[in-house]
Every structure is written in C-alpha cells, then in structure tokens.
C-alpha cells in the first residue's frame, strides 16, 4: 500500500503543488493542455513551476532514487498513467456500490452511478471504512455488498494472497468485478514492513 500522509491525496494529485495560475482549472482542462504542449514541455514546465530540476538521466548508475515521492512532484508517475488509462478504459463498471483499498479516490474519480463508496485499510490514518487486514476481514466486510472492488497497484503487497483473493471475491456480488493493477517496480516504502 503506498504511504498515506495528511499533504498527498491516493491518486497522487494534490492541488497544493500546482502554481496558483492552475489550482482553480478543472483536471480535464490540464489533461488538455498537457495534451497540447505535449509530455516533454509538461515535464519542463512542471518542474519549472514547482521549483523542481529537470531529471537528468545519465547513465543510469546512480544509487539514489530520482524520487522520494514516487515521481509525483514531477507529475505523475509512469505507473500511474497505466493505471489511469486502465480504470478510465473500464469506467462503465465502477458503478453501484464500489470498494475500494486505502482510500475512495479512484472511485470519485473514475465511478458512474456509484452510490456506496467504502474503503478498507490497515492503516487508521488514512480513515477507511473497514480497518481490517483484507486477509482477515471475514466478519468485518459484509458477503456479496459490492459491485466493483477496486485494488489499485495493490497485490504486490499481500503476504497471505490467497486469503486476500478469497475474501476480495467473497465481498463481490455476483456478475461484480474487481479491477486490480500489480506495479512491477516500486521502492521499498518505510511503512510497508509495519503493516504487512
């Protein structure tokens, strides 16, 4: 799971980063004016903007992480633009009654109709609706109350997957999906050993 902080938001789009020029601007007017200036001007300007350098790439032998944040004051991480244009691609079912880890950001973000939006985490920082171990939600997460359970870069942190499978598929209803994305490269994160 990745950390969850009072500053940064589940998606990674935090409006107290954007110069002020662009915090009142809807996300798809953004979306449209990255689209015009295209990835390399974003990026220069991103970082121009926020006080940031330009990534130099070299030869890649470096020890250090570019990033301690993921990639996200620099925009977007390169996972998160798949992981976007998979849920926007499956929008039409993050519907009805939608679970999903950590937080409900995706859900607000992506969903259609959706008229119950719970989350489910170990970490009570982030407030989530069931604060359970997925692993050992059995009596917590009701059977069969959901529609689309959404498990975002998530899976790669389980350590009892079959467990967490099982009861993924036991709080989705019949005909629901769960829409899961694994992140093939992530950093170490300091609060993944006290939880999982």
Same mark, same amino acid.
């Given at each position: 799971?990745?950390?969850?902080?009072?500053t940064?938001?589940?998606? /990674?789009?935090s %409006?107290?980063?954007?110069?002020? /020029?662009?915090?009142?601007?809807?996300?798809?007017?953004?979306?449209?004016?990255?689209?015009?200036?295209?990835?390399?001007?974003?990026?220069?300007l991103?970082?121009?903007?926020?006080? +940031?350098? !330009?990534? %130099?790439?070299?030869? =890649?032998?470096?020890t250090?992480?570019?990033?301690?944040?993921?990639?996200? *004051?620099?925009?977007?991480?390169?996972?998160?633009?798949?992981?976007? +244009?998979? =849920?926007?691609?499956?929008?039409?079912e @993050?519907? /009805?009654?939608? =679970? *999903?880890?950590?937080?409900?950001?995706?859900?607000?973000?992506?969903?259609?109709?959706?008229?119950?939006?719970?989350?489910?985490?170990?970490?009570? +920082?982030?407030?989530?609706?069931? !604060?359970?171990?997925?692993?050992d939600?059995?009596?917590?997460?009701?059977?069969?109350?959901?529609?689309c359970?959404? =498990?975002?870069?998530?899976?790669?942190?389980? %350590?009892r997957?079959?467990?967490?499978?099982?009861?993924?598929l036991?709080?989705v209803?019949?005909g629901g999906? @769960?829409?899961?994305?694994?992140?093939?490269?992530?950093?170490?994160?300091?609060?993944?050993?006290?939880?999982?």
């Open positions: 799971m990745a950390h969850c902080s009072a940064s938001t589940h998606n /990674g789009c %409006r107290r980063r954007l110069p002020k /020029g662009l915090r009142g601007l809807s996300a798809s007017w953004r979306e449209s004016l990255k689209r015009t200036v295209g990835p390399a001007w974003s990026t220069r991103r970082c121009m903007t926020r006080g +940031k350098p !330009l990534p %130099r790439w070299g030869n =890649l032998r470096r250090q992480p570019f990033s301690a944040y993921f990639g996200f *004051e620099r925009g977007t991480p390169v996972d998160r633009y798949y992981l976007h +244009k998979f =849920l926007d691609q499956h929008r039409a @993050i519907t /009805g009654a939608v =679970l *999903e880890i950590q937080s409900f950001g995706y859900t607000s973000r992506y969903g259609r109709n959706v008229y119950r939006s719970d989350s489910v985490d170990i970490n009570p +920082k982030c407030h989530p609706t069931y !604060l359970c171990d997925l692993a939600s059995g009596t917590t997460i009701p059977n069969a109350r959901y529609d359970f959404l =498990l975002p870069n998530t899976i790669q942190h389980f %350590r997957l079959d467990l967490c499978l099982h009861h993924a036991r709080v209803r019949p999906v @769960i829409l899961a994305s694994v992140a093939g490269l992530i950093p170490l994160i300091p609060d993944g050993p006290e939880y999982w």
